[in-house]
């Protein structure tokens, strides 16, 4: 079956782990999340089934929010609950956290944690932190958009977050710890919207029924806002479908921008395809029903 679903993970299993039960319901092996959330967190993946696991490039660079509880005066070699304590601190007064979250936004340079999935010189970067390594990583652009205090309730703060793909709030707790003359760790981290997907639309693995919580491609990919639609006029499919050169009175809409573009016949998703000038270039193709 191929589709999108909205799944909530549980703490306490990997990301991979958690599509098990899924992959039994629907007795397929082609099933895939579209970004990895910690062991320790919970919340919203959002899953690819099928053909459609191919689509998975055009969810990686989705914002996310999220809400976090940060413990400031400690923190662990992880930077999340399941590390060994490395270093303390004072409890920093309410009046610092207020002014330190202010400069938490916009875009900015971030150092991910060195207990993260991230390849470095072909190897991740867990696993040369596990062998004691002195890795040095690299900076990343993320973009904060929005930062919200929910409470500080020493040394515990919560926090609502709007991010870019590719933020880690374990790095943000750690700076913050750093900022405030402190040291701080993420206790509990719930994802909680990628880009339009809410999780208050998710299911837990064992409410999963495939009857009626697939999401169809016509409907999961009106909600990225990265994709544009086109249908393809019914005479001109079997070009889609063999890859055959596009031109724009092929569709039955104009095109416009350039971009990506996800072309349907009807409901029934034909290929994604990238605009540049007049031309077009196909990214992927889905030939069956």
Not at 97 to 107: D, M, N, R, W
Not at 197 to 214: C, G, I, N, R, Y
């Amino acid at each position: 079956m191929n589709g999108l679903i909205l799944l909530r993970k549980p703490q306490g299993i990997t990301s991979f782990h958690a599509l098990d039960e899924i992959k039994k319901k629907l007795k397929i092996k082609k099933v895939g999340h579209t970004g990895t959330l910690d062991k320790f967190a919970e919340g919203l993946l959002v899953v690819l089934t099928g053909t459609y696991t191919r689509l998975t490039p055009l969810f990686s660079h989705l914002d996310k929010e999220y809400i976090s509880t940060i413990e400031l005066g400690k923190q662990t070699d992880t930077l999340d609950p399941e590390g060994e304590i490395v270093n303390t601190g004072e409890i920093p007064e309410p009046e610092t956290i207020t002014g330190i979250l202010s400069q938490f936004s916009g875009e900015m340079e971030q150092i991910p944690p060195r207990y993260s999935a991230i390849h470095l010189n072909g190897e991740r970067l867990y696993k040369k932190a596990l062998r004691g390594e002195d890795i040095h990583v690299p900076k990343r652009k993320i973009v904060i958009h929005k930062m919200k205090q929910l409470l500080y309730n020493p040394p515990y703060l919560q926090l609502k977050i709007n991010c870019s793909g590719g933020t880690y709030i374990r790095a943000i707790a750690r700076d913050i710890g750093k900022e405030s003359g402190s040291c701080a760790y993420v206790t509990e981290l719930i994802r909680t919207k990628v880009g339009r997907f809410e999780l208050s639309s998710a299911v837990t693995a064992s409410q999963f029924e495939p009857e009626k919580d697939f999401l169809p491609p016509h409907i999961f990919i009106s909600q990225l806002c990265n994709v544009k639609i086109v249908h393809i006029k019914k005479e001109y499919s079997f070009k889609v479908v063999h890859g055959i050169p596009l031109r724009d009175d092929f569709f039955l809409e104009k095109t416009g921008t350039d971009g990506i573009y996800a072309v349907f016949e009807e409901n029934t998703l034909r290929a994604c395809i990238k605009k540049t000038g007049n031309n077009f270039t196909y990214m992927m193709v889905f030939g069956g029903k």
